[in-house]
């Protein structure tokens, strides 16, 4: 289940393997439904022999460029993506496989395939874009589009920053670590978020974000004030070691600290040290210095040791393309 980071990754690693290498076989299995795909399964066909000459993402979407021609892959939700060389044992449902002549192969399984897997072209329509919010690592103006949206809407926090027409590609595991972050309960009515609640999830979206990615999205790897590590290392919460819990919102399941994320009057008293001081670090100085000691203890290939505080200020990675297509 790729979210935000995962498709990003992927996006990378099939730039550094499969650019500019022709595609040895295709095959499309997408089950009953093909309508999605204008000219059936067997127009992919055509990709047979071609070279990949670029790779794009936006959101869940990823675009794999043969010339002229564009596979769009949506990857977010039920999708299971695989790119390794070698064996690969496929599933028994419906599914894409992309094998290079290198050897790399994509292999996407879902089980409504044919709504997922789009072959554009100059003359395709792509309208189910337009209907995407930002990219919180594409649009350098993404928070501020954030903002004005939030104003609109009255649904739970949650079911708005996975609301694909709010915000492009946030999954519900780093929702729950934006949250988390954030120190905001899920179910809380967007309407109801104070200024200070609706700044730090904000800042968090981006932070966060980049932060799995320079991670590999791999939950060990993450700082150890990350609610995703703990989630998979001892179900603990990373600041006050409740066991973290399970919250039904919107019909699904959240994952949060009921005692750091409890809500109001703490995050009143929050709010109100925070507009005094003009900062969550002196709102909390126990609980920040915590977290830089914890973060600077980070390790892994591609995450260097930092500071929120660096991370507020790095500028991120240039903007490119808004809408790639
Ligand atoms: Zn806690």
Redesign the pocket.
């Known amino acids: 289940m790729p979210e935000l980071p995962e498709i990003e990754l992927l996006a990378e690693k099939l730039r550094q393997g499969c650019l500019n290498k022709p595609l040895e076989s295709i095959a499309y299995h997408p089950g009953k439904r093909a309508d999605a795909l204008d000219d059936g399964p067997e127009s992919l066909s055509v990709l047979k022999g071609a070279v990949l000459s670029d790779v794009a993402r936006y959101g869940p979407f990823l675009f794999l460029e043969w010339g002229e021609r564009i596979l769009s892959l949506h990857l977010a939700g039920e999708a299971q993506v695989t790119l390794q060389r070698g064996k690969l044992d496929l599933p028994g449902g419906n599914y894409l496989l992309l094998r290079w002549q290198t050897g790399q192969q994509l292999l996407v399984a879902a089980p409504n395939l044919s709504s997922r897997v789009r072959l554009l072209d100059e003359s395709a329509s792509v309208d189910y874009l337009l209907k995407l919010g930002p990219d919180p690592l594409l649009d350098a103006h993404c928070a501020d589009h954030l903002r004005t949206a939030m104003s609109r809407r009255r649904t739970a926090i949650r079911n708005l920053l996975l609301d694909e027409s709010f915000v492009a590609g946030i999954g519900p595991v780093w929702c729950d670590e934006i949250l988390f972050q954030s120190r905001v309960r899920p179910d809380i009515p967007v309407a109801e978020l104070r200024p200070a609640e609706r700044d730090r999830i904000l800042k968090n979206v981006h932070r966060v974000l980049e932060r799995a990615i320079r991670c590999q999205a791999n939950p060990s790897l993450l700082p150890k004030t990350f609610l995703t590590r703990r989630k998979q290392e001892d179900g603990l ?1 990373p ?4 066991a973290l819990t399970e919250m039904p919102v919107g019909g699904k399941t959240a994952i949060c ?1 009921a ?3 409890a809500g109001r009057t703490e995050a009143l008293a929050e709010e109100t040290s925070e507009s005094q001081s003009e900062g969550l670090a002196e709102a909390k100085p126990d609980l920040m210095l915590a977290e830089i000691a914890q973060d600077g203890q980070e390790h892994g290939p591609d995450s260097p040791a930092s500071t929120p505080d660096q991370e507020t200020d790095a500028p991120g990675e240039p903007p490119r393309s808004a809408a790639p297509y």
Do not use: G, H, N, S
């Not at 600041?239 to 409740?242: E, L, P, Y």
């Open positions: 919460c600041v006050c070691a409740t600290c005692r750091c994320q």
